[in-house]
């Protein structure tokens, strides 16, 4: 059976694509110091789409948590403790008792952790695969964990807000939790312990042919609303159970990346590959190599923005320099300034000058004399008069 991939709360292996991360800036120089860049590979948790309708697209945006071994180093700087921290199943010890995220199957290595700076917003290609994660949380597991990298985010965020006003700040943090975050706790609780993967309860009797995907069996897929309902925090988790069909594409497809978008620029977010094969590691590498490399596309994306606007310089010298040897020559190249007065007289001939002004020309037959009204061909006499001494007024006093 064919599912979502990537699909939402799978941990996988991924690194950077750079090349793809910076492609719609079209510029030869970043295409060839994106192709220098050495990437390597590290392991995170794909826990869910920002918009779970953008899936349908070719690309999408996932909040990508990666997994650190061992408690992360304090940084007392930042405010960021190594208690805010949430450990992986099967590892379960905390400094702060916290609950363990329930990863099925657990994951192959012990002492991992989620923690907030490692998390970081990134695209990944988006489509069908019969290729089934290792390890994943189920929707309302990945939704107990980004409450947790929220909360601890939210306090890094507030002692940061008191330093800057001069205010008493908190380190290390408190143990306490927010009540959004034990909501959905104690909704993720109710639906454990699991003892089979989560998307069975969605596949049905399709799980034999996961189990087996050489045999075919093309029984319809149950609705996945009776399965998993609304969390607490009121997120719409759709079903990742997807059909065998391309995503929509064309001008349909660019309609949808507009409205879904919440980023000013999305298509320059770092776009990310990924397997799901955890057995290339015998230990999950430290994240932090995967934010050097973030640093380093910033820093060719900063030396892009920098010649664009060196090159935009330039040309405005040029254009200047050849505005001027234009006027040299006696030549007007600027348009009149429009004063107030100006604009003002506009609107006043638009009212009042310009309806009197037109006049029907009567038919002039041969035969009829002419007469006073038909010789002022459409226009009285004494409203051409206002008009060209009040724009010689204007004009003198510009």
């Known amino acids: 059976m064919s599912l979502a991939a990537p699909l939402p709360g799978a941990y996988a292996v991924v690194w950077l694509d750079p090349a793809a991360s910076l492609e719609r800036l079209d510029d030869p120089i970043v295409r060839e110091e994106c192709q220098k860049m050495n990437t390597r590979k590290y392991v995170a948790c794909i826990t869910e789409p920002v918009n779970t309708i953008a899936m349908v697209l070719h690309s999408c945006t996932f909040k990508v948590d990666f997994v650190v071994q061992g408690l992360p180093p304090d940084d007392p700087s930042k405010f960021y403790h190594h208690c805010l921290s949430v450990p992986i199943l ?44 290792r390890s994943c949380l189920s929707l309302d597991e990945a939704a107990v964990l980004s409450a947790f990298m929220i909360n601890d985010d939210n306090h890094i965020y507030r002692q940061e807000r008191a330093r800057g006003a001069g205010e008493e700040t908190s380190y290390p943090p408190p143990t306490g939790l927010g009540e959004n975050l034990l909501d959905e706790i104690e909704y993720a609780d109710k639906r454990l312990p699991m003892t089979e993967p989560w998307w069975y309860a969605v596949l049905g009797q399709d799980k034999q042919a996961d189990a087996n995907p050489r045999i075919a069996t093309p029984t319809k897929t149950s609705d996945s609303s009776s399965a998993h309902a609304k969390p607490p925090s009121a997120r719409a988790q759709e079903s990742p159970i997807a059909s065998e069909k391309d995503p929509i594409d064309g001008d349909i497809a660019d309609l949808f990346a507009a409205m879904l978008s919440h980023d000013d620029t999305p298509e320059l977010q770092p776009f990310v590959r990924y397997t799901y094969n955890l057995s290339i590691f015998d230990s999950p590498p430290d994240p932090a190599g995967f934010f050097q490399e973030l640093a380093q596309l910033e820093r060719i994306k900063a030396g892009f923005v920098e010649r664009y606007q060196r090159r935009l310089d330039e040309v405005k010298l040029e254009d200047d320099a050849y505005i001027a040897s234009l006027e040299a020559r006696g030549m007007r190249v600027k348009g009149r300034h429009q004063t107030r007065l100006r604009r003002l007289w506009r609107g006043v001939e638009s009212h009042f000058c310009w309806p009197f002004s037109q006049l029907s020309v009567p038919i002039k037959r041969t035969s009829d004399p002419p007469s006073a009204k038909a010789r002022t061909y459409g226009r009285p006499f004494t409203w051409r008069i206002a008009c060209s001494i009040a724009r010689r007024f204007l004009i003198y006093v510009e």
């Open 90 to 133: 099967p590892n379960a010890s905390h400094p702060t008792e916290r609950r363990p995220m329930q990863a099925f199957p657990p994951l192959p290595w012990s002492d991992c952790y989620h923690a907030v700076p490692y998390r970081v917003k990134a695209r990944c290609e988006t489509g069908t695969s019969r290729d089934h994660p």
